[in-house]
């Protein structure tokens, strides 16, 4: 599955395929670089992810801060309990919203 994009009233949803890794790196940067118009918001859909590792970490955290940081809204949504716990030991709850 290919990570696939969709932008309605200025918000920037990408929906993620089962893995988020180096692989899917340069079409993850892809999906949110190479929009015509600044989203306001970016949500990541991460419902079909089963893998995610430490390389999808850092993906996050390079969208955040292209997106504006602290000034950012980006939300991820639809977390298995696994992918869930991650980022909360990791303390991503207080970068992303999560859903």
Do not use: C, W
Request: glycine share 4%; hydrophobic share 45%.
């Amino acid at each position: 599955m290919q990570i696939t994009t969709e932008f309605v009233d200025l918000k920037l949803f990408i929906k993620l395929p089962s893995r988020l890794d180096q692989e899917t790196h340069q079409q993850f940067v892809a999906a949110y670089t190479e929009q015509l118009v600044k989203p306001v918001a970016y949500i990541i859909d991460m419902a079909e992810v089963i893998f995610f590792d430490s390389s999808s970490l850092g993906m996050l955290l390079l969208l955040r801060k292209f997106a504006g940081g602290d000034k950012a809204s980006v939300s991820i949504i639809n977390l298995s309990p696994t992918v869930n716990k991650i980022l909360r030991i990791s303390r991503f709850d207080r970068l992303f919203e999560l859903g």
